[in-house]
Structure formats: C-alpha cells, structure tokens
C-alpha cells in the first residue's frame, strides 16, 4: 500500500495499465472539489482517463457533476439538533474512543480504487486516517492513499497541485493555482494597508463559542482585518516576517475555545458566524441563540450591523479552492467593497429584528 505523507510534494502519479482509467475514491469534501475542478464532467463517465467511482456522505460540490449518483461510502453518528447538543455527542464518542463516522469497507473493495485521498487534520470533520489505512490494507492490490492536511492557505493551493500530480495532472493543477492566485492577489488590492484594522470575531462554533483557526485568521487579516482572539504569528525561524510581504510566513493555531467574556473583551468590530459544517439556515438558527445571550448586544459589531451569517458547510470550513471566494467575501464585508462578492455567496445579513 502506497501511503503519502501530507508533507510530500514529490509524490508520482498513479498508474494503471494502459487502456484503464484511473479510479479514485474521495473521502472528503474539499478534496472532490479539487478532484472535480481537475478532471471535469469527463471525471463522472465510464471512459475518461481519470475518474471519480465513490465519494463521502458530504461531498456535495460542484451541484451539478452528478455527485448524487456516486456510491457513498461514510456516514456520521452524530446529527445535527442544536450546537450545544452536537458538541456533547461529539465529546462523548471522542471520550471512549470511538470514531464519529463509518466506512462502508465492503463498497470500497467492491470499487477497486487506485487512490484513495481522505486526511487527518480533524478527526471531527471525517473519517480518520487509521481506519481508511486499515481498510486499504485488506485490499489487493493495495490502493495509494493521499492525506490532505493543510494548515494554512497556501498548503490548500499546495495540495491542488499534490492532488493533480497524484492523478497525472500536475499541468492542468498548477495553472488552476495561478488562477487562484490572481483572485487572491486582485482581492487583496481593495485592502488599504495603511488603514486601522477593524477587529473581526470569526465563529467556527456557537456553543462553545469556538474561533477560527489555521487558514481563516490568515484570510481574516489579508482582508484587512484583525483577529485577536487567535491572530497570525510568524512561523519559527521567519525572522520579523511583519507586513504584506510577510504574510506567507504568517500562521495560526487550530481553531480553539473562547469564553463570552473573552469574545466581549475583543469588542469585534465584525462578527462572522460561520459554525463548521452547518448550512445556512442552521447557522441562522445558531446565530438566533446567541442573540439571546446578555452580552450580544454589547458587541459592537451588532450595534452597528456587522454581522455575517455564512454556510459553514460549503464555505471557510473546508479547505479547498473556495477558499479564495472566502477570501472576496471577506473583503467585501470588512471593506464596505460589496461588488467583491462571489455572485451566489452563501451568507446573510443578521439584523436584531430576525432575533
């Protein structure tokens, strides 16, 4: 069984014989998007040189590739009620060790991938590596597995081009990357980088209220904003690595656990809302409990209307080429510049009236 390590950037593509495709298997959301974004609707037919033959229950992007005539292979033990009960449930299986969601093993032997791309950044998000390692090794032959665990924005671009070299695509990846890169480079032009920056409270949980971490404090602060409650430092041995240059050398912690205290003292001149893996009704849901807090209303961010309610299912959470409309948003929102964002953006508006 071939195994990947995620800090592998030479990694060689696959290979079948010839006159067979490529079959591969995605376990994770932002990874079919990549996959996707790379192969095309040619990736869903029977005769393409690559194709895609089984997905996770949450791979659920782009809308129209047909992904709802894929095998599904996990499913999750928990399901969402309200935050605080999901985070009870999931506290409990983490507790005695059991995983919060399964592989049918049995559907994936029967799908004879070559690749299998799954990660293990987040034993919370989906399956964890050791049980699709354990799984591949009962297979024969063995199917190559990439696990994709990026910490920051510009590894979520360096796993494009892993993806796309594992699949013989290493070409087509890179100009995909250049592409994202000039999004990225064009968004931050509308940023004044001599302007104060505004303080931005990012919620990746309601209850807990939990922030972001690794790659959205980093688009938090190229939007022109701060994010105090877990900022950028600079990576060791970066020297100063202070200012726009720098800002590749610049990285955060996980997303971690903050007190309503703490989220009142930052004083949060924008507050996004964006609950991991959440649609957007059920963040609007979660938003409408937290406006039933004492403390909401001392945010200054709702006084003055700054707050974003956004689809944390398909958006920020998942680190994948969206990442980069996330960044527009961003901009878009802290700047006052709303032609900066993505058409068909997932988000609202909170308004005092709708709590």
Request: charge should be negative.
């Amino acid at each position: 069984m071939q195994d990947f390590a995620s800090s592998s950037l030479a990694m060689a593509p696959v290979r079948r014989a010839v006159g067979c495709g490529m079959r591969v298997v995605s376990l994770l959301p932002s990874a079919t998007e990549i996959v996707l974004g790379l192969i095309g609707p040619r990736g869903m037919g029977e005769d393409g040189p690559v194709r895609l033959v089984g997905r996770s229950h949450e791979c659920d992007w782009p809308p129209d590739a047909g992904l709802a005539n894929l095998p599904v292979l996990t499913s999750a033990r928990t399901h969402y009620t309200t935050a605080a009960e999901v985070d009870r449930a999931v506290r409990e299986c983490l507790s005695v060790g059991s995983s919060l969601y399964t592989l049918d093993t049995k559907l994936l032997r029967e799908l004879r991938p070559d690749l299998i791309i799954t990660q293990d950044l987040c034993e919370v998000c989906s399956i964890d590596l050791g049980t699709v390692r354990a799984a591949a090794a009962e297979m024969s032959p063995a199917p190559a597995i990439l696990s994709l665990n990026p910490g920051t924005f510009e590894q979520v671009l360096d796993d494009v081009e892993r993806v796309g070299r594992a699949m013989g695509m290493e070409r087509e990846a890179r100009a995909w990357i250049v592409r994202l890169r000039e999004r990225a480079y064009r968004a931050e032009e509308y940023v004044n980088a001599y302007a104060a920056k505004p303080s931005v409270a990012f919620l990746e949980w309601t209850e807990p209220l939990f922030v972001g971490g690794h790659w959205t404090p980093q688009l938090v602060e190229r939007a022109g904003g701060s994010h105090p409650l877990n900022p950028t430092g600079p990576v060791e041995g970066a020297g100063a690595a202070e200012g726009p240059i720098g800002q590749t050398l610049r990285t955060a912690g996980k997303s971690m656990v903050v007190s309503a205290e703490q989220l009142e003292a930052s004083r949060p001149d924008f507050v996004v809302v964006c609950p991991c893996g959440l649609a957007l009704e059920q963040a609007w849901e979660e938003t409408g409990r937290l406006a039933e807090k004492h403390w909401w209303k001392e945010l200054p961010a709702v006084g003055k209307g700054r707050v974003a309610v956004v689809d944390g299912n398909q958006m920020f959470n998942r680190p994948g080429p969206r990442l980069v409309d996330g960044l527009e948003f961003l901009v878009g929102f802290v700047n006052g510049v709303e032609e900066m964002v993505p058409a068909g953006f997932p988000w609202r508006r909170w308004h005092e009236s709708a709590g």
